[in-house]
């Protein structure tokens, strides 16, 4: 009985000692429990890491291109270690930005009003200058019989045709295509098999329809453009029917906690850094191609009104 007494005491002053290993932010060389910013200041680390994220929108090998590419730049410029955290899709964009695995994202409209208002007090810092009036791009295989569409009226052509957006929480590649195939009389169920497709990226949606998997789909501009530019899309075989009027977009958007994080006025700095890179700088016009653009400028919550809306109305954003 003394010896069983004895070894309970042994391992109870045991558990006591390793009891912070189980806590948040006490573990023993493990991943820590805590949010990234309580873990960094329960370890004492001098200098945060700003992490940085972008929508999946086109294919890995363009992302990890351009991000580490942004990453460096910023470093450069802001004097804090910056790294890039490529994520599996739309929806892990806005749950690693809610739950402050990232603190800086490249969101596509709707992704972005998602984001903030799962995020309160999240900053919209800025868009390209394509953004302000970005477009999409009806597309369609040169033998499904699809001729170039007018006004959205013309969408009712698609009917019964075989169609693909690309994500389901894309802004150019679903969400306005579909508020602007509703203006035309357009219904998701008017398709072929009573459904749209999702292929998940702009690059894949060109792709299937080149193919001929699908009859016509539906693409941001930008990428269209860079996929004819770059001969991955085949004009004999991918045409352009229509092109949609113009709507704001893409934005970065920063944590709400910034400034406490890397220090006061930490957000402007950040903000002021973006809007001025230029295609005069080597570095910075490398990054300004990739995206697409010829500069970024300030951008605010109210430029994204209509996306709200337009997701509260096909029930992507409740």
Same mark, same amino acid.
């Given at each position: 009985?003394?010896i069983?007494?004895?070894?309970?005491?042994?391992l109870?002053?045991?558990?006591?000692?390793?009891?912070?290993?189980?806590?948040?932010?006490g573990?023993?060389g493990?991943?820590s429990?805590? #949010?990234?910013?309580? +873990? *960094?200041?329960? @370890?004492?680390q001098?200098? =945060? &890491?700003?992490?940085?994220?972008?929508?999946?929108?086109?294919?890995?090998?363009?992302?990890n291109?351009l991000? #580490?590419?942004?990453? +460096? *730049?910023?470093? @450069?410029q802001?004097g804090v =270690? &910056?790294?890039?955290?490529?994520?599996?899709?739309?929806?892990a964009?806005?749950?690693?930005?809610r739950?402050g695995d990232l603190?800086?994202?490249?969101f596509g409209?709707?992704?972005g009003?998602q984001?903030?208002?799962q995020?309160?007090?999240a900053?919209?810092?800025?868009?390209?200058?394509?953004?302000v009036?970005?477009?999409?791009?009806?597309?369609?295989?040169t033998?499904?019989?699809?001729?170039?569409?007018?006004?959205?009226k013309?969408l009712?052509?698609?009917?019964?045709?075989?169609?693909?957006?690309g994500?389901?929480?894309?802004?150019?590649?679903?969400l306005m295509?579909?508020?602007?195939?509703?203006?035309?009389g357009?219904?998701?169920?008017?398709?072929?098999?009573?459904?749209?497709?999702?292929?998940?990226?702009?690059d894949?949606?060109?792709?299937?329809?080149q193919?001929?998997?699908?009859?016509?789909?539906?693409?941001?501009?930008?990428?269209?453009?860079?996929?004819?530019?770059?001969g991955?899309?085949?004009?004999a075989k991918?045409?352009?029917i229509?092109?949609?009027?113009g709507?704001s977009?893409?934005?970065?958007i920063?944590?709400?906690?910034?400034?406490q994080?890397?220090?006061?006025?930490f957000?402007r700095k950040?903000?002021?850094?973006i809007?001025s890179?230029?295609t005069t700088?080597?570095?910075?016009?490398q990054?300004?191609?990739l995206f697409?653009?010829?500069?970024?400028?300030k951008?605010?919550a109210?430029?994204?009104?209509?996306?709200?809306?337009?997701?509260?109305?096909?029930?992507?954003?409740?």
């Open positions: 009985m003394a069983r007494k004895h070894w309970a005491a042994v109870t002053g045991l558990s006591l000692v390793l009891l912070p290993a189980a806590l948040p932010g573990n023993l493990g991943p429990l805590l #949010p990234p910013a309580q +873990a *960094e200041q329960a @370890r004492g001098a200098k =945060p &890491v700003l992490r940085i994220g972008a929508i999946p929108d086109q294919k890995p090998e363009k992302l291109r991000y #580490p590419l942004v990453a +460096a *730049e910023l470093e @450069r802001l =270690p &910056v790294t890039y955290v490529p994520v599996v899709d739309y929806t964009a806005v749950t690693a930005f739950t603190d800086l994202v490249w409209g709707l992704t009003v984001a903030r208002l995020k309160p007090g900053q919209v810092l800025a868009q390209r200058d394509i953004d009036a970005f477009h999409s791009v009806f597309i369609a295989n033998t499904s019989g699809l001729k170039p569409i007018r006004d959205v013309g009712t052509e698609l009917k019964g045709k075989r169609f693909t957006f994500s389901e929480s894309s802004t150019s590649g679903r295509p579909q508020y602007f195939l509703a203006k035309g357009v219904k998701l169920s008017d398709f072929a098999g009573g459904l749209p497709g999702f292929s998940g990226s702009h894949t949606t060109i792709a299937l329809v193919s001929g998997a699908y009859d016509a789909g539906v693409v941001n501009e930008q990428v269209w453009r860079t996929s004819l530019h770059d991955r899309a085949n004009r991918v045409v352009a229509w092109r949609t009027p709507y977009d893409y934005h970065w920063g944590q709400p906690n910034l400034d994080r890397f220090g006061k006025g957000s950040l903000q002021a850094a809007i890179w230029r700088n080597p570095q910075q016009k990054i300004l191609g697409s653009a010829q500069q970024f400028s951008s605010t109210a430029n994204y009104k209509q996306i709200e809306q337009v997701g509260r109305q096909i029930g992507k954003i409740r």
